[in-house]
């Protein structure tokens, strides 16, 4: 497993593929251990590394990873194999914002590590399978330092991703349904936990 966890890092580095930074996931491994998650859903496999890694900090834990790269896609079922996860990760091959999941899908932890623009709407597509208690965690709230700085950004492009980032953040702050805390982990991360009905 550490063999291919080292692997791993060395494919994405040299392939240019961003993989979630160890620091963040040792919390989200710490925050699963810590809270018995057991059902997990991801929103980006890229090569896999998070799903893995997420899959191993428990016996009983189960990951559903959507991917709609083909590339990351075959690379990610070809690591899950390696480690003999298959009954553990379930690899989905399909753009998120598209994927139909059974309404008896509940997740205790709904990871969300995909396309930055859209995160808004995967957290409002997704927040229907989080089971009671369950929390939404968002990475790469920092984004390499540039939230909170979009206006010197000179790339337009970049400028208008890290904008819908910043504007992903407020929406987790004005979100009267989630309490949302902010955790200055790796590339930033947040948690949202859903309100009870009766608070």
């Not at 553990?88 to 899908?105: C, G, H, Y």
């Amino acid at each position: 497993m550490k063999q291919l966890i080292v692997e791993m890092e060395q494919y994405a580095q040299e392939h240019n593929v961003p993989i979630i930074q160890k620091e963040s996931i040792a919390f989200l491994m710490k925050f699963i251990k810590a809270n018995n998650v057991v059902n997990i859903l991801e929103i980006g496999s890229g090569i896999g590394y998070s799903a893995i890694l997420m899959a191993s900090s428990s016996p009983l834990v189960k990951v559903t990873t959507i991917e709609r790269d083909e590339v990351r896609y075959m690379e990610c079922l070809k690591n899950v194999k390696k480690c003999e996860f298959d009954k553990k990760v379930n690899v989905v091959f399909q753009d998120a914002l598209e994927v139909n999941l059974s309404d008896e899908n509940k997740y205790d932890l709904i990871f969300i590590d995909a396309a930055k623009g859209q995160y808004t709407k995967f957290f409002e597509k997704f927040k229907y399978f989080l089971a009671d208690g369950g929390v939404i965690i968002t990475d790469n709230l920092k984004y390499h330092g540039y939230v909170g700085k979009s206006e010197e950004i000179p790339s337009k492009n970049l400028r208008q991703l890290v904008k819908k980032i910043e504007n992903y953040i407020e929406f987790l702050k004005n979100n009267e349904e989630y309490t949302t805390k902010f955790y200055d982990v790796g590339d930033g991360l947040s948690i949202s936990i859903k309100k009870s009905e009766n608070a």
